[in-house]
């Protein structure tokens, strides 16, 4: 509690002035903070408002020497020394007692207003009248008063001006130029009608160029080419038994053949026998020339030639036809059939409805099967007996007379018949389509043919001199009672007759392979040499008898 004694504290220069603590006994210095600010009588101001403030005067002060707040800076630092040489120092700020009311607001700073101009600073209020602190219980003398000297500071630096720690926080500088702002405090026009605007505009072009591109991509596949990998040339042969393999090396001698003649006109294969132009093919290929037509030859290379016909044979379906006048012909070797196995593997050349050089493969799937083929004349003079090999490489119309080779590229067989699905028929010539049933002459009974129409321009056909019974249904070949022309059906000293074969005999077996038809006989008979001996079985009159018989010659149509 404040027992009214007087403490008679050191005031200090930040400090603010106590009630009933106005009086100082010993003040250290004066400074221009109480030099300015006069103390006032508070017994005159209870008296009357309106009277005059009487003024003290103050007794003489002892002088005494004014000792500086710091020691003096050696170095010149401002702000305490001298200004050093890149700045002026600023002038010291001395603060003023805080009055009763509390501290006055400095004026706004008058700064710019965002345009490059000078805004109207706002006239604070005028400032209450300052209440003197309330006096101390124990009266003290007042201190006489005197009028401050008249002090004239020197005015600071102009870069030091604008400096007050004590200010108001200043106003963001906005230095946008351009005019000044309308009375609405700076707030701009509302622009987002053009803003929307040109945003929907922007979206329609983007949206038709985007479309655009679209179906140019869709129509054209992408915006570049498209190029697809592919792997590089390889010229590299193939093994020589391969399909491609075997193909190369056999269709430089397979020929297409084109016949015409005043009735009807055909396509077939054939292929180079020798170097002097004979080429072998079927007789029901050139039989449409008659003895008047044209045969044009076409080789694997396009050339063509005219041909004619060296011999034909009807019964084994063989002719041979010669070529003039052509070089560098390549004839294809000749295998042997009777090496085939079934299940070798086979390639067909061949012209299947004009194709030239078409190429099939497939398997031997059976040997020794009979075929007859032809029999358009009705006298049977111009049906074939045939001791095929059966093959699933598919066959069709064009393919008669072309080679079917091995593996070797050698000639196994040529191509004569096949088994069409639609009428039955087993003549290659019919326009039915292959099912996988195709027959060929083995190649060891057309190189005998061959050989015989080359140097004597006809076959010879091995025979037994006996008629058969054509009509007979049982198993194995009957030997008919009378013969066509009302004879003796075994022919008087011909080969049967020798070998004691009777009319009425069933022949059962040929050389130990079983017999079931007269047809079967035929063929089995003409898959031989004339002269060859032959081990027969047959059946009379309930008993089994067994003969040896040697073949003769006929000659063939």
């Known amino acids: 509690m404040d027992d009214g004694k007087p403490t008679e504290p050191k005031a200090k220069w930040w400090s603010r002035p106590t009630p009933g603590r106005s009086t100082r006994t010993a003040p250290q210095e004066s400074s221009p903070v109480e030099d300015a600010v006069p103390l006032v009588d508070a017994g005159a101001v209870r008296d009357g408002a309106g009277a005059e403030p009487t003024r003290s005067v103050a007794p003489e002060a002892v002088p005494q020497a004014a000792r500086?707040?710091?020691?003096?800076?050696?170095?010149?630092?401002?702000?305490?020394?001298?200004?050093?040489?890149w700045a002026p120092a600023p002038p010291v700020q001395r603060p003023v007692p805080t009055p009763a009311h509390g501290t006055p607001v400095p004026p706004p700073y008058a700064g710019t207003n965002g345009a490059g101009t000078t805004a109207a600073a706002a006239q604070p209020p005028a400032p209450a009248a300052a209440f003197p602190p309330p006096l101390p219980q124990q009266s003290q003398p007042p201190l006489p008063q005197h009028s401050p000297p008249q002090q004239h500071p020197q005015p600071p630096a102009p870069q030091w001006l604008q400096y007050d720690p004590w200010g108001a926080p200043r106003q963001p500088l906005i230095t946008n130029s351009g005019p000044p702002l309308g009375p609405d405090g700076g707030r701009r026009r509302n622009r987002r009608g053009p803003v929307l605007v040109g945003a929907l505009l922007l979206a329609l072009v983007a949206g038709g160029i985007g479309g655009g591109m679209g179906a140019y991509i869709e129509r054209n596949g992408g915006l570049t080419q498209v190029e697809l990998p592919q792997d590089e040339r390889n010229l590299g042969g193939r093994a020589p038994d391969s399909v491609a393999g075997i193909a190369a090396s056999a269709l430089p001698s397979v020929v297409t053949l084109h016949v015409s003649g005043s009735t009807e006109s055909g396509t077939g294969t054939g292929f180079v026998?020798?170097?002097?132009?004979?080429i072998l093919t079927n007789n029901h290929v050139v039989a449409p020339a008659g003895s008047s037509g044209e045969i044009t030859?076409?080789?694997?290379?396009?050339?063509?030639a005219s041909a004619e016909v060296v011999g034909k044979d009807s019964g084994y379906d063989l002719a041979v036809v010669k070529v003039s006048g052509v070089s560098g012909l390549k004839p294809l070797p000749l295998g042997n059939s009777d090496n085939v196995q079934v299940g070798d593997p086979v390639v067909a050349i061949g012209a299947p409805f004009d194709l030239s050089n078409t190429v099939t493969s497939g398997i031997i799937s059976a040997k020794d099967r009979p075929i007859t083929a032809g029999g358009e004349k009705g006298d049977g003079s111009d049906i074939s007996y045939v001791d095929a090999l059966q093959t699933d490489a598919p066959i069709n119309p064009g393919n008669s007379g072309g080679p079917l080779v091995d593996t070797d590229a050698h000639v196994i067989g040529i191509n004569s018949a096949i088994r069409a699905a639609d009428s039955g028929s087993t003549t290659e010539g019919g326009q039915a389509g292959s099912i996988g049933l195709g027959f060929a002459i083995p190649i060891n009974q057309g190189r005998r043919v061959a050989e015989e129409l080359i140097n004597t321009g006809k076959a010879t056909h091995p025979v037994i001199g006996v008629t058969l019974d054509m009509k007979y249904t049982g198993d194995g070949a009957k030997v008919g009672q009378k013969g066509a022309d009302g004879k003796s059906s075994v022919a008087p000293d011909g080969p049967g007759a020798k070998a004691g074969?009777?009319?009425?005999?069933?022949?059962?077996?040929?050389?130990?392979?079983?017999?079931?038809?007269?047809?079967?006989?035929?063929?089995?008979?003409?898959s031989h040499r004339p002269g060859d001996r032959l081990e027969l079985k047959l059946t009379r009159g309930g008993k089994d008898l067994s003969m040896t018989l040697t073949l003769g010659s006929a000659t063939g149509t």
Do not use: C, M, N, W
């Open 68 to 85: 500086p707040l710091h020691e003096p800076d050696q170095y010149s630092t401002p702000p305490y020394g001298g200004p050093g040489p």
């Open 273 to 278: 026998l020798d170097a002097r132009g004979h």
């Open 501 to 526: 074969i009777q009319p009425g005999d069933v022949i059962t077996e040929v050389d130990g392979r079983r017999v079931h038809s007269g047809e079967e006989l035929i063929v089995k008979i003409r």
């Open 297 to 304: 030859v076409t080789f694997s290379g396009g050339e063509t």
